[in-house]
Structures are given as C-alpha cells and as structure tokens.
C-alpha cells in the first residue's frame, strides 16, 4: 500500500494529466485535493482527446474510485456536464464510481459576475490575468466563512438561508461598487434545485472514505492542479491562484493524515511555459524563433481558455523551488520530444536582479519582474524520440540532458515523457511499488 502525490513544479500545463493517468493503473483512489475549473488536465488515449477541469483524470479506469476533495471547489454546472460528457462516450459515471466531498464549496454564480466585474475594473498594469470562472471570489467566502457547500445542498432550508445572505451583500458590490447587473436569486434557487437533485447521491464524507482505503491495504494517488509557483503562498503573488497548490495541501484539501503520504512526484516540463499575466524570467518573446518553435510544436495552448501559453527555456530556479516547497522524491519530466532539433539548449541556474544573484524566486513583485537567468548551455539532439520505449535507447545527448536535470535539482526521474499518447510514456521506476 501507498499514498503518492502528483504536483506540477512550474505554473502549471506541465502535463500532470497524463501522469495521473499512467499512475493510475496502479492506484486504486484517486483523489482532486484543490483548484476548480479554471485547470485542465488533457490526456490523450488511443488518439482520442479528453479534457477534464473537476473530475480527477482516474475516470477513464472503470475500476477505480475517484474522489473530489474538501480543497476543490465545485461549478456544479461544469461537473455535471463533463459526467454527460463522459457518459456520451460510453463511460458513464455512477456514484459507485465517483464520490464529491461534502465540505467542498460551491462555485455560485455571483462568484462569476464578481470576478469578471473585478478584473474589468483593474487597470492594465495590475490585471492579474483570471480565467472569470469565480475561482478567487468562492475561495474567498470560504475563507470569510460565508461559502456554500455541496452538503448544504442536501438541506434546502439551509441551502436557501445562506444563499440569501450572499445575494444581499453580493449585489451591493455588484451593482454599488461595479455597476454591474444584479444576481438573481430566483434564477439561482431553481438552478440549484436541479443540480442538487443530480448531485445528492455523489455527496459523501471522503476523508472517512480515504482512512477506510488507507487501513484496507488500498494504493491512494492525489491529484493536484496549477503548479508550484501559482501557489497563494509560496508563487508569484499576485498572479497566483486562490489556492494553495503545494504537495501539503493534499492532506488538508482531502482530510487526510499527512503522516500516511509515501511518495511526492513532481512534474516538470522539459522547457517552461506560462498562461496569463504574471513575470516568467526565462521567457522567450512572441517572434522569438525557438519560443515560437516551442510553441507551435509542443501545441501550447491552455487547456481551459485556449489561450497561447507563454514558453521558455527550462528554469531550474523554479524547479528547485518546487523541490523544496514539495518535498520531491521523484520528478516526471514531459515533452522531452518538443526539445528534438535544438542543437544548443539553455537551462537556468540561478538569477540576478540589479547586479544581486538569487537562488530562488524572489518574493517581492517587482524585483521577480526583474530577474534575469544566468544560463548554462547544453548541446541539444536532432533524433524524433516520439518512438523511443526505453530510457536507454535515447540518444545520449537526450539522456544527459535528463541525468542534468537530476544533478541540478538532487532528484531523480522517474517518469519521462516522449509524446502525448499514454504509450509514449517511460516508467524509470513505480512510486507505488519503490516507496518508503
């Protein structure tokens, strides 16, 4: 038995999908402990596309029990649609198959209003780049302890008395600060009436139902969303995430016991990549030929907005910190195929800010804005890997490439990805098998 967490070192779009995909043959639970449907984990199966914000990756295995944590919160809507989604794929999900945690928050729909009307009203300079989805305004009643449950959905007295306070001080923002539209709460009670009629019978007590997996004997795998540096606390901040997306929050965003976690398996790209606002210090600009070629070739484009990622050569600096902040016992390094034709790659080691050398992200904004790689070269390879099943069958400079990502970073691969498809994956060692 082991419970193994899956994390993304960057900000995110590092390929966690798949991960959890492979891992998954061998687990047994598979848990979302934070985030909402503004991630998107793509995974590709036998050449077909499936793309999922809320519903952890598992879903795929009939035989698996997926679990939403406490640390999710919930768009009733998208979840549902992505079960009639799956379902018109003939894989439909029963409550036999999926279980939603009662103490996960409900995304409202003033969550959304709010956050697109905050966003609109900030200037250029300081808009932090949101997908409107009400990420930010719903963790933030959480944490104001004005949320909404899904387990309130199964009281409707309850469910009513709360909405009615939120909808009263929501519309003052709205109509008196933003000069929006009002919400409804007409609208919003008949939406939810119906959602709660679909959703009740998925409602359960998860972290009762992860201690029962763990003290059967049962393999536990936890799904993160976003990655490291899109942490509340701990990432580039402002232009974060309301959530905290570092490996501790999946005992907390599960209600899980975090002297039962094994294994903390870090994915990181092969080069670095950026959705939305926010510094990226090994940026390569639009027009720059090898961004450009990273871009086009590795397809960087947001899985939930569709909006072009920003790509740049590897960063070791917020690798490192990924290390540190996670507690990284194995690393999963995907596309290592797009590098396939640079003959010179470039890895950050460290950064300088006004003639001052850093070793870790800056804290503060504007000196973050201001950071400039110190770079070190390595030579690239011309070889398609795309077909490679075995570590030891890439071409040596591919293989140094890798064992210099571990030399840096002081933790080993255990994952390499050569391509998109669920076979283009090398397994170096099995986290479930090989952990402490």
Not at 15 to 40: E, P
Not at 223 to 230: N, S, V
Request: proline share 5%; aromatic share 8%; charged share 25%.
């Amino acid at each position: 038995m082991a419970s193994v967490v899956v994390v993304g070192t960057q900000w995110g779009d590092e390929g966690k999908g798949k991960i959890v995909d492979l891992l998954t043959r061998y687990a047994d639970c598979i848990v979302r402990f934070q985030g909402g449907n503004n991630a998107g984990h793509t995974l590709v199966v036998d050449g077909e596309k499936f793309v999922f914000h809320i519903i952890p990756s598992g879903i795929l295995y009939e035989d698996k029990r997926c679990m939403i944590g406490n640390g999710v919160i919930i768009d009733p809507g998208v979840l549902l649609n992505e079960m009639a989604e799956l379902k018109g794929k003939g894989l439909p999900v029963t409550p036999g198959r999926l279980v939603i945690s009662e103490n996960a928050h409900l995304i409202m729909p003033y969550h959304q209003m709010l956050d697109q009307a905050r966003e609109a009203a900030l200037s250029k300079g300081n808009k932090i780049g949101t997908t409107g989805r009400g990420i930010g305004p719903c963790y933030m009643d959480k944490v104001g302890r004005v949320g909404i449950k899904a387990g309130d959905l199964l009281d409707p007295d309850l469910f009513l008395d709360r909405l009615q306070v939120n909808i009263e001080e929501k519309n003052f923002y709205l109509t008196k600060q933003y000069g929006a539209a009002a919400a409804s709460f007409d609208d919003i009670k008949k939406q939810f009436e119906g959602f709660a009629e679909q959703l009740a019978p998925y409602i359960g007590n998860v972290s009762m139902e992860l201690d029962k997996a763990r003290r059967d004997g049962r393999n536990i795998l936890f799904e993160g969303a976003q990655g490291t540096q899109l942490d509340i606390d701990h990432g580039t901040y402002p232009f974060v995430t309301s959530s905290n997306t570092i490996a501790g929050n999946a005992c907390i965003g599960s209600g899980f016991g975090p002297a039962h976690i094994d294994e903390v398996i870090g994915i990181l790209k092969a080069y670095t990549t950026r959705v939305g606002e926010g510094p990226f210090p090994s940026e390569l600009p639009e027009g720059d030929t090898v961004g450009d070629g990273l871009q086009k070739k590795g397809g960087e484009f947001g899985a939930t907005t569709g909006r072009r990622r920003r790509c740049g050569w590897l960063d070791m600096v917020v690798a490192n910190d990924a290390v540190r902040l996670n507690g990284l016992t194995g690393l999963a390094i995907t596309k290592l195929d797009v590098l396939s034709g640079q003959p010179t790659l470039k890895i950050g080691r460290k950064y300088t800010v006004a003639g001052e050398e850093y070793d870790c992200m800056p804290c503060n904004i504007r000196k973050t804005a201001l950071a400039k790689p110190v770079y070190e070269e390595v030579d690239g390879w011309d070889e398609d890997i795309s077909g490679v099943r075995d570590f030891d069958d890439l071409p040596q400079k591919a293989k140094d490439y890798v064992r210099r990502i571990e030399d840096i970073s002081g933790v080993a691969p255990v994952i390499v990805s050569v391509g998109p498809d669920r076979e283009e994956t090398l397994l170096l060692r099995n986290p479930f098998e090989t952990s402490k």
